[in-house]
């Protein structure tokens, strides 16, 4: 069982910037990030292939938001710039165990374990 521990959220001002952290307790095949409004499904915001160097993006936050990982720590981080009112979420650490080809990156059923959740708030 892999354990997933975030930080990193808070509030901010649109046009801002804040950096999510997700560390992991053992081996994932890939880390990603959802996020879920109040009233809203959760949805996929970015995803990175362990060792791989793939990451994929939702278009919503393209060229705004990046992920990274450090393999060492078993950490991916989501780097967010830019911060609209409408990326107020709650954002949630999600890993696979390994390949899953009948699932795409933003598919919750792609993930095996999940984190907490950290609340990301940003103010107009």
């Known amino acids: 069982q892999v354990q997933l521990v975030e930080s990193g959220g808070g509030s901010v001002q649109a046009g801002g910037s804040l950096r999510l952290s997700c560390a992991a307790s053992g081996y994932t095949f890939c880390m990603g990030w959802f996020r879920q409004a109040p009233g809203k499904e959760r949805e996929g915001v970015a995803t990175?292939?362990?060792?791989?160097?793939?990451?994929y993006y939702a278009d919503s936050v393209k060229g705004r938001f990046t992920i990274s990982q450090d393999n060492a720590k078993n950490t991916v981080y989501l780097q967010m710039n830019s911060l609209k009112p409408e990326d107020t979420a709650m954002y949630y650490c999600?890993?696979?165990?390994?390949?899953?080809?009948?699932?795409?990156?933003?598919?919750?059923?792609?993930?095996?374990?999940w984190g907490q959740g950290t609340q990301v708030t940003v103010s107009s």
């Open positions: 990175i292939y362990n060792g791989r160097a793939l990451t």
């Open positions: 999600a890993a696979a165990s390994g390949p899953d080809p009948r699932n795409s990156w933003s598919t919750i059923r792609r993930y095996n374990y």
